[in-house]
């Protein structure tokens, strides 16, 4: 069974960064897509950004293209999304995602991200 833990949420300025893990357990994911997406506060659940596991291969949301960076460490089976310039519009909760094709079929259970102006 696929298990997702995401950490590194939090309460940042406006302007800062903040780093969110997601330590991924029970298979080997070198087939795998993994990807981060949020949800704020009345809104539905929006793509953030997504890594190839074996390739490397990223791609991103507009809305955070340029600040954002989506990493992971095959040794650690970890992966990062690295956040600078945090705007207040980036608050909301982070969920990790995985997949081999198709809908994204297994979440982690979120981390807080709430950026101050």
């Known amino acids: 069974q696929v298990q997702l833990v995401e950490s590194g949420g939090g309460l940042v300025q406006a302007g800062g960064s903040l780093r969110l893990s997601c330590a991924a357990s029970?298979?080997?994911?070198?087939?795998?897509?993994m990807g981060w997406f949020r949800q704020a506060p009345g809104k539905e659940r929006e793509f953030v950004a997504q890594?190839?596991?074996?390739?490397?291969?990223?791609a991103y949301a507009d809305s955070v293209k340029g600040r954002f960076t989506i990493s992971r460490d095959n040794a650690k089976n970890t992966m990062y999304l690295q956040m600078n310039s945090l705007k207040p519009e980036d608050t909301a909760v982070y969920y990790c995602?995985?997949?081999?094709?198709?809908?994204?079929?297994?979440w982690g259970q979120g981390t807080q991200v709430t950026v101050s102006s």
């Open positions: 995602a995985a997949k081999i094709v198709g809908n994204w079929s297994y």
């Open positions: 029970g298979r080997t994911f070198s087939r795998y897509y």
């Open positions: 890594i190839t596991w074996n390739t490397g291969n990223t």
